[in-house]
């Protein structure tokens, strides 16, 4: 045990090394001012520190291969250290007044976000998360198409709903097939009723990771006058994986035809959270931002990225902390960190394919699209495998893996599996989202607590002790 | 200069070394799990880092007392070791799952601001920023007035105008008398018409720092039926300043009679940026917010901020921080919190005073509400007056020395002070926004600075170098 933490704390103590070099580094830029140094750290202050470090243990180890539960994962060190580095300037990227250099490194680490996605020109910026670039895109739709309901899917995120209320526009929900991805038909029967201004089509939805058609949903283009919003706030990196199915590939490949794009780094490119970002096709759509204010942003010239958000403060060390990732981890295809998105996917596969080959669980019809998979445990009925899934969950967090619950769709397994359950029934099942590059190595490991789980549940014997 | 480097760099060394200190404590929390290190950091790293930095040199130097320009400061040193520190867990503070120290944390921090506002009861949370925190109380006070509007003064943060039109709420706005307050009696004959549903009261606006006067708006209240929301995201933790003037504190003493407060945290609570506040007095208000997802909130017996919050993801790290600091300084009247705002509020009236006797300026009609002083260079039009401004400006910063502009009416100044001037009129003035505890000691090298390079202007001596 006193080994472990040595080792973790060989890396923070790492990490705090290159972070007090940087910070000399930045404070030597600013040492031809008057002497004014900031306020001590005292032994009252350190006391604190070590009190939410007490409080922080009430947490579950996200940073850890062995949590295999919701979509956590900690940022990249250099992330960290570049967040904690900006800090001591606190840059406010709202105007090119309260954060010049950090206002420079959003742009170029969006524009790496546009580059990834194949697009030439694009207008965005990083915003403090998810639901607010979103919330940004269906307003840009929203302006262009007033009146005309926003459709997405009934596996999207609830957020597009509730925000196209928030914004006043009518809300349709698109049922999803079997594997919850969005039906064409049902797509198309709303499109030929004109009422539809904009499409999100979801690449990964947030509960089992599934990739709406956005290939056949542009072709309905040359048919339907729509506008096409992408939320890829989860999945939006899986395009630089080369390890897709040809369906989910043909769906990015089609990104281009994206009227927007929303993608979180802080969900797989390795951000601390703070971080999403908005990109749109046509740079035209800034105008709909523009605002007036009394202060004078002397350096006007240039663009304010609050002149193209709707937030106004913004971390600019967020900016930094993403650029100084991408500088590490670059988008390239093949590179470092695209393979830890493929072996996140890698993991994914491997453990559905366990999963389809043991009797105590049962797989859904289709393999997982990115790297969520779901399962159910096999039982009479969908209520009786709900219940044994709560407690298999229970006993693997007793053996450190954390795994997730979701309640989905029975009609996402194969026909027969709960003979006598209606189709619009719900099962509990277990869920886990492999994100991390690490979780392929990890797989054995995670594997071994899972059937031991099963085990304790179906054949009460008590869970074994931190199998290896 | 090299000791001056040294001077900083020893508080930082000391800022790294509690951080470690606390790191290891919080990893032996997780030191029973099976080792996984994480990526270390290498020599590529410590390059980028380094470039990073030196990017950073390209700012104004918010963190010191001669920027005294835009609101900006850097968050406490207590506040900045608290976030790196909750950044190696990641939280996320949308679900108890996902963040359940931090989530507890956040509870606490915002019910301290609740107490600060003298509310015993209350609902609300931490947000990215004001202009969420600003848009869920509008849209809460549109779901509960549909169809009426949203009246805020011409002097209020221009996202109010903003976000009505987002949410489709007609907005209205009021004038201001000459001191930049909300005119009562044009926003009488206002609700005389039956049409507004919510009055936007600003406790400091974010231009020059004016108070509504919200004592005589709760009124109002008796005969007019509206709701009021108190944007204080600049503002509000002056409550707890005992040298207002009357008038303001009388403002201040009303905040009990508010529907919603906004406040941010990251303004004049010594946070990074990305903490903004919402409060709603009536809990019953988190109605609005209730959603379905699939994933199931497995320890959702207790409240998850994500069911009163319109934003899903949120850094968990950023409740961390204000927790933190709020036990080393808590908002208590007369502590040392509040004498940081007594202390940027004297400097303020200190500066106002100054430039009052200066035969360069020409100071407003009334003296500084809160701790953003503002003023004019005396000439015969406000044309010229605006060039000077700019001027001045440009030789301040030669001097080291960082102020702002800032476009104002005209109105602002006493009558007479440029004779042919329309009431309608503007003029380019400079701003200071005083907010750092040590502005006040730093007065005398700020005041020295100012008028050097006000001398260099009119008389075309050119400006000494480093005054001290």
Redesign the interface.
Known sequence: ?????H??????????R????????????????????????DE???A???????????????????YA??M???????A?????????????NH?L??????S??EIEAVAALAKMFHWPHHLGHLS?????AN?EAL?VAGQLAPGKSVAASD?A???H???SS???LPFVSIPTDNNGRMDLAALERLLETGSIGTVVVTLGT??IGSVDPLDQIAQLQQRYKFRIHVDAAYGGYFTLASNLSPVARAAYDAIAHADSIVV?P??HGLQ???CGAILFRDPAVGHFYK??????Y?SSKELHLGEIS?????????A?AL??TQ??LPYTPGGAFAQGLESGRAAALELNQRLSLSTYFVTPSAPPQLDIVFWAVRAKTPEISSTSA?HI?DEAARL?LHL?????PTRFFPAGTWPDSEQTKTV?CL?SVLMKP?HLA?LD?IWSRVESAAEAVFLSIPPRNQPQ
Chains 1, 2 share one sequence.
């Not at 520190?49 to 291969?65: F, I, M, S, V, W």
């Not at 605002?291 to 004078?296: F, L, M, N, R």
């Not at 709707?310 to 967020?318: D, F, K, V, W």
């Open positions: 045990m006193v080994r472990r933490t080792i973790r704390a060989m890396a923070d103590n790492e990490l705090f290159l972070l007090n070099a940087a910070q000399h580094h930045l404070d030597e830029g600013f040492s031809d001012l008057p002497p004014a140094p900031a306020p001590p750290l009252q202050a350190a604190i520190l070590k009190e939410a470090a007490t409080r922080l243990h009430d947490n579950y180890p996200y940073a850890h291969p062995l539960g919701q956590l994962k900690p940022p990249h060190p250099i960290r250290a570049a967040y904690a580095l900006a800090m001591s300037v606190n840059p406010n105007a007044d309260g954060g010049r250099a950090s420079a490194m403090s998360g998810g639901t607010f919330l307003w596996q995120h609830y957020t709903s509730r925000i928030v914004l006043g947030t509960a979180d802080h969900k601390p959270y703070g605002h007036d204010s009394p202060y004078t002397f709707l937030e106004c403060s913004r971390a600019g060390a967020s930094v650029w100084a500088r590490l709560q969950f450190d997730a619950l979701a309640n989905l509990t869920r690490e990890w490991q």
